[in-house]
């Protein structure tokens, strides 16, 4: 069973505040994805990563920036928080990029920012 | 952009009854559908996924994918208590990199 853990569990920042999300998996999986699951508009792709030093761009980058510093290890980094990214961060990964690979998700980050 | 659409929004069922979910989706290249069960304050898990038109099961799960019509459903057949998550209906798009596109949700509640 892939493993992927996120840190921390819940944080609370202000508006401007900087903030870093992390991400560990510990199968050796190539990819590795950011995502926020807000009400009404479900889980959505932030930045996405095929090994480390590589960042792809997901479908909703703005206001974020991504680092995979190792196979192991991919961070979000919020550098001014704003309120609209208050929100439940998941991130996943997988061992390829194909359609028949399973994504394994981290059990996730809450975000406030006042 | 690709569309996921769920429905229904909720289900509530009796704890023995089969549970049937629905999902339909915009583009006709969707590669493969995956469905996804979330537990409140867990991450969603890979439940089952299909990439041929036609059904698939694996023990209580069948999946249906018709692509002429869009449309996906997975059905849970004698439905547990255990079973009462959020179902996510989520496609890939072929030449999309892996990314998924995720439909709102299922929320499935089954009763004792």
């Known amino acids: 069973e892939a493993a992927v853990t996120q840190s921390p569990r819940n944080k609370v920042t202000v508006t401007g505040g900087n903030v870093t999300l992390s991400c560990r998996q510990t199968?050796?999986?190539?990819?590795m994805y950011w995502y926020r699951q807000d009400t009404g508009h479900g889980l959505r792709l932030i930045h996405y990563?095929?090994?480390?030093?590589?960042?792809q761009i997901g479908d909703v980058p703005d206001g974020y920036k991504a680092t995979r510093t190792t196979q192991e290890d991919f961070f979000l980094l919020l550098e001014l928080a704003s309120p609209s990214q208050t929100s439940l961060y998941f991130c996943?990964?997988?061992?390829?990029?194909?359609?028949?690979?399973?994504?394994?998700f981290g059990p996730g980050t809450r975000l406030l920012v006042l | 952009q690709e569309k996921v659409q769920q429905s229904p929004e909720s289900l509530i069922v009796p704890e023995g009854a089969m549970s049937s979910l629905n999902c339909t989706f915009s583009?006709?290249?969707?590669?493969s559908i995956w469905w996804y069960q979330q537990h409140p304050g867990k991450g969603p898990e890979a439940l089952i996924?299909?990439?041929?038109?036609g059904n698939k099961k694996e023990g209580r799960l069948t999946v249906y994918l018709n692509r002429a019509s869009l449309h996906v459903s997975l059905h849970i057949r004698d439905s547990q208590p255990s079973d009462s998550a959020v179902y996510l209906c989520?496609?890939?798009?072929?030449?999309?990199?892996?990314?998924?596109?995720f439909g709102l949700g299922t929320t499935l509640q089954v009763q004792p």
């Open positions: 996943a990964s997988s061992d390829a990029e194909g359609a028949r690979d399973t994504q394994y």
């Open positions: 199968n050796s999986h190539n990819y």
């Open positions: 990563s095929y090994g480390a030093g590589n960042l």
């Open positions: 583009n006709s290249a969707s590669q």
């Open positions: 996924s299909i990439f041929s038109n």
């Open positions: 989520a496609v890939i798009i072929t030449g999309n990199t892996g990314k998924l596109i």
